[in-house]
């Protein structure tokens, strides 16, 4: 961390082939450590790499008994057992349908009554935890990651945002109407997401085509979080080709 690295890019096909190779990129780190610390992501882009993780967990080919997971961001004021919070998201797509065991995965708890104390003893959860071994990252429209809007610094860590109007918009879309969408939400920090070991960032459709090219070619700015991502000495982007298609060469 620190200096400018190049982002790997492995540019695929379409968003199905994305899914695969960033669900193998999970499986291959699992079964390497069993016990590894995973940073898990929420929003539709990794929905599909989710169903392929249940998929050879069924089959035998996987286990995640021993890992552990810290999910990046939760809505401030959505208990658990709100159907759109993260939480559930997370339960009903993968850690209800797997062997994970309930006391090792972690979500932010967005109901807390002292959200300032929560976020620490998230960070304080992941310290004890050894730290992230693998974070995967969705991406904003607008460039942001976990919740980490434009704005957001580098020392940050695990605390209450406020949404962005263009990021309600983009997830109204999970809610019955616009106003439901919680306006703030706890995230993990760009510090946080730094301090991972390996990042992997999945963005697919045209959507996200000119935030991947800011956050790849761009200089590193608040204005596009995940243009922080280039301090990090290990970070894989994983694109389809309309996702990728303003990046020019794939050098
Ligand atoms: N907090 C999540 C992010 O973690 C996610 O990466 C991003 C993109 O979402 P999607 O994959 O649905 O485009 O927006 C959401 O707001």
Redesign the pocket.
């Known amino acids: 961390m620190g200096g400018i690295n190049v982002i790997e890019l492995e540019i695929v096909a379409d968003h199905e082939s994305a899914s695969a190779r960033l669900a193998g990129c999970i499986v291959e780190q699992v079964r390497r450590e069993p016990a590894s610390v995973l940073g898990l992501?929420?929003?539709?882009?990794?929905?599909r790499t989710y169903e392929l993780l249940v998929e050879k967990v069924r089959a035998g080919h996987l286990s995640f008994s021993q890992a552990t997971t810290f999910n990046?961001?939760e809505y401030v004021g959505l208990p658990p057992a709100h159907p759109q919070s993260?939480h559930a998201y997370m339960r009903s797509r993968l850690f209800g349908e797997t062997d994970f065991d309930p006391k090792r995965t972690h979500l932010p708890d967005g109901t807390a009554d002292d959200l300032a104390k929560a976020g620490e003893q998230y960070e304080a959860l992941i310290t004890e935890a050894g730290g992230i071994d693998l974070q995967l990252?969705?991406?904003?429209?607008n460039g942001?990651?976990?919740?980490n809007e434009p704005g957001a610094t580098e020392d940050s860590r695990t605390r209450v945002v406020d949404?962005t109007e263009e990021?309600i918009a983009?997830?109204a879309?999970?809610f019955e109407a616009p106003e439901d969408v919680p306006r703030r939400?706890l995230?993990m920090g760009i510090a946080t997401i730094l301090e991972a070991r390996e990042i992997v960032l999945?963005?697919t459709?045209e959507?996200?085509a000119e935030a991947v090219e800011r956050a790849v070619r761009g200089p590193v700015t608040s204005q596009m979080p995940a243009s922080f991502l280039q301090q990090h000495s290990s970070v894989t982007f994983v694109l389809d080709e309309a996702a990728a298609s303003l990046l020019g060469s794939r050098a």
């Open positions: 992501a929420t929003g539709g882009t990794p929905e990046l961001d993260y990252l969705g991406l904003g429209a942001h990651i976990g919740f949404l990021t983009a997830n879309r999970f939400a995230t999945i963005a459709g959507s996200k």
